[in-house]
Structure formats: C-alpha cells, structure tokens
C-alpha cells in the first residue's frame, strides 16, 4: 500500500472498488481514491489462490484489513484538520456520516504559496454607509462661504477644510472625501481661474451647481471702533466687491489679500489684533467671537457666487429638468475655429451660459510666418463653454460630434442639473 498527499481536501465518495469479469480468479483487489490535483491512493493485494465467488481465502481478509487500515489514516487525517479549524465547502456527509472540517494540506515547495489579494480603491476609504453624512470638501477654514456652498448643495454633509483648491481636487481623489464644492464665478469679481486649470490637471467630473449669495460683513475684535483701524484684511475678491463701500466709510486703510474670508477673522481672533478689521460672513463672526462694525459692505447687492459640485464618478443625465453640460476644448491653429464651435451650438438652438479662454499651458505661444515681419507670435487658449443642454438630448449629443470634427482637444468635464433654487437680491446669508 502506498499513498500520495496532496493540497485537496480528501473525497471519500471516490473510493471505488474494481473486481474482476465474474468467474475470473481474483488476482487484484484495488481502493482508489480520486481527487484533485495529483491524490491518490492504492492499497493492492494478489494472490493467485484464490477464488473469487467461492470460499473467501486469506486474499480477501487481507484487502479487508488493508482497506480499513487505509480508512482509518484518513478519518485520522481528517481530525487533525478539523482540530485546526479547517472546513471542506460542498461535502455534507460521507457513507451517511457527517464531514469533518478538511483544509489543504500545504503544497510541496515546488509549488508556489498563494498571492495576497490586491488592495482595491475602496479598502482605502470607503464610501460612506447608509444613512451616514457626505464628506464634502471645501476650501478654506470653517465659516467661509465655501463651506456655507457645501452646506447648501449637501444638507447636513460633513464638511471638510482644505487650505488650498488643489487639497480639495485631491481630497476626492485619494477617496479621503467623496464631494467637493469649489467656486468657479463671482458676479462681481468674475471667474475664478485657478479652478479652470485645476479642472483640466484633475479627472473629477462636475455632477452639479449651487448659487450662493454673498453678504459681506466688516468684523473686528468687541470693543474695536473705526477710528482705531489701520487695515483691512480678506480674500482679494471681497477685497475688490467691498472697495467702493470701504472708502464711502472713510476706511482709506491698507487692504491686504490673505487665502481666505473666515481665515481673515480667525487670524485677527488668534493673534488679538485690534488694529485690523476683516471682511468675512457673519458666520464667522460668530464663530470667531468677532463684532460686526459694519452689515453688507458689497458694492452691489446682486453679489452671487456660483459652485460647483465635483465627484470621482459622473452622473447620469437625464431629460426630465433642466440640465447644464460643461467642456473644454482646443485647436492647432488657435482662435480662427472658435466661430465654427460656437455655430454648431446656435444652428441646434443651444444657449451658451458662459465661455472662458485660458492658455495653453502646454504650447502657450504659436508662432506663424508672415512675409512682412518674419514670424508672427499668437497665444494659444483652452476655451471652457457651459451651455444649456444635457447629453441625454440628442441635440447635445449632435452638437459635440460636430465640435469634435473643429478641434483637435475636447473634453466633457460634466454634465449635472442646473441651480434653479430662487435667490433675492440683498439677502442676507449667514
């Protein structure tokens, strides 16, 4: 008798017994086990003596006995394996007795171990449970408009500050959030660029807008009067949407740009700077133990910022409300397309919302001969277009193939529903 271990789990239902034609002396009496991967085991016993149907000789005794010799090194192979806490999926019972738990046996060192499974994206961070908050990024620190945005587009989302736009692209990225709410627009102060370009490095998509009004507040430490401010402090765009209101008051102080409205007052708060007064949100004001000298100090009062919302994923769009679809695209020879894209939107009845041109930053500068003065220098741009439409519609859809067919760069950064929340001018948002 011998017998060959192996790494599967042992199969007693394959023990067969293989006989003789009847009438044939019995010669061989063979058990062979037969399971996967190179088991098997063969007890074998011959005598020509013999006689199979007849008296049952000493032949036979013995390929009993070695049968049950043989049944005894399993099932106490078996025990073994189920005292390490092993199991065999799919065998339930055996000759009407249950299984006991069978693991592999360890492979012979010619065989590889196994590979550890790879990590997938989702053991990094994974997506919030079911009733769990939004982890919405933002930039700036707690009380700036942008996480009031985050708080507007996500109820009761939790909201996480990042001291730079591109901390909130990569925040989404590395699944540490899983929005973020960036401004893209000011009314006033007109487009914010850095998140134009930050749109093209990154590969978020824009799944949505929200539309917040800004209310703008001089703030300074309690008991601080006018007459003792020597500067002002914020955001280079409350800086320039206040300057008007500012020397009406008679502020002719230094107005210095910090990153950010809340991160205006938070500094003054921490550094007990009663000399400088900040332009942030009441919100911050509160937050910060500031007092409001004065209350909406925006020259205009139609003084909106317009967010948008950014995902790893896109959505799907659909037909059913109104829907804003945003690109970005180029050309190799420049401007002289950018009728020809823009027509393929009016031909379809398709309103523009807004265009931007930023440069290309990489080939900035075009150079183009000219008989008259040698070579002729032309800046190069990325043109970003929002228009009204989503790619569900088939007039969309008609639209990009023949932009497309201009423009040798073409990229849909998303398209998501439109803001239709009303808004009244001179709200006051806190």
Same mark, same amino acid.
């Given at each position: 008798m011998k017998s060959i271990t192996s790494s599967s789990p042992l199969d007693l239902k394959s023990m067969t017994r293989i006989a003789p034609p009847p009438g044939l002396g019995l010669t061989h009496h063979r058990v062979v086990v037969v399971v996967p991967r190179r088991l098997f085991i063969q007890c074998v016993n011959a005598n020509s003596n013999s006689t199979y149907g007849g008296h049952v000789g000493r032949a036979?005794? !013995?390929?009993?006995?070695?049968?049950? @010799? &043989?049944?005894?090194?399993?099932?106490?192979?078996?025990?073994?394996? *189920?005292?390490?806490?092993?199991?065999?999926?799919?065998?339930?019972?055996?000759?009407?007795?249950?299984?006991?738990?069978?693991?592999?046996?360890?492979?012979?060192?010619?065989?590889?171990?196994? &590979?550890?499974?790879?990590?997938? @994206?989702?053991?990094?961070?994974?997506?919030?449970?079911?009733?769990?908050?939004?982890?919405?990024?933002?930039?700036?620190?707690?009380?700036?408009?942008? !996480?009031?945005?985050?708080?507007?587009?996500?109820?009761?989302?939790?909201? @996480?500050?990042?001291?730079?736009? *591109?901390?909130?692209?990569?925040?989404?990225? /590395?699944?540490?959030?899983?929005?973020?709410?960036?401004?893209? *627009?000011?009314?006033?102060?007109?487009?914010? +660029?850095?998140?134009?370009?930050?749109?093209?490095?990154?590969? /978020? +998509?824009?799944?949505?807008?929200?539309?917040?009004?800004?209310?703008?507040?001089?703030?300074?430490?309690?008991?601080?009067?006018?007459?003792?401010?020597?500067?002002?402090i914020s955001h280079p765009q409350a800086l320039s949407q206040c300057e008007h209101t500012l020397t009406k008051m008679g502020l002719n102080v230094a107005r210095e740009a910090v990153d950010d409205t809340a991160g205006a007052a938070e500094y003054i708060a921490m550094n007990n700077l009663r000399d400088t007064a900040a332009i942030a949100s009441a919100r911050a004001a509160e937050l910060y133990g500031m007092q409001i000298l004065a209350d909406g100090i925006q020259d205009d009062s139609g003084n909106v910022t317009r967010f948008v919302m950014l995902a790893r994923e896109p959505i799907i769009p659909r037909t059913d409300r109104p829907f804003k679809t945003s690109i970005v695209f180029a050309h190799d020879k420049g401007t002289s397309v950018l009728f020809k894209v823009l027509s393929a939107f009016a031909f379809r009845n398709i309103s523009l919302t807004k265009i931007e041109s930023r440069p290309h930053r990489n080939r900035p500068i075009r150079l183009v001969d000219d008989a008259n003065v040698g070579t002729a220098k032309h800046f190069e741009y990325m043109f970003y277009v929002d228009f009204e439409a989503s790619l569900a519609e088939a007039r969309a859809q008609n639209a990009l193939a023949e932009v497309q067919e201009f423009t040798s760069f073409l990229r849909v950064l998303g398209s998501y529903p439109m803001d239709m929340t009303p808004w009244t001018p001179s709200s006051r948002h806190d």
């Open positions: 036979r005794h !013995e390929w009993q006995s070695a049968c049950a @010799i &043989l049944a005894s090194k399993v099932v106490s192979q078996q025990q073994d394996t *189920e005292k390490s806490g092993g199991g065999a999926d799919g065998l339930s019972a055996v000759n009407g007795h249950p299984t006991l738990g069978l693991v592999p046996v360890k492979e012979s060192s010619s065989y590889p171990a196994p &590979l550890p499974k790879p990590l997938s @994206i989702t053991d990094l961070s994974p997506a919030p449970m079911h009733g769990s908050p939004l982890r919405v990024a933002y930039q700036g620190v707690p009380g700036a408009y942008s !996480e009031a945005a985050a708080g507007k587009a996500y109820p009761n989302c939790e909201a @996480i500050p990042c001291d730079q736009f *591109e901390v909130a692209f990569q925040a989404v990225e /590395l699944w540490i959030a899983d929005r973020a709410v960036l401004p893209v *627009e000011n009314s006033l102060g007109g487009s914010i +660029h850095r998140n134009y370009d930050l749109l093209l490095r990154h590969r /978020l +998509h824009i799944v949505g807008e929200v539309q917040l009004p800004v209310h703008h507040c001089l703030l300074a430490l309690p008991g601080v009067r006018k007459d003792y401010l020597t500067r002002v």
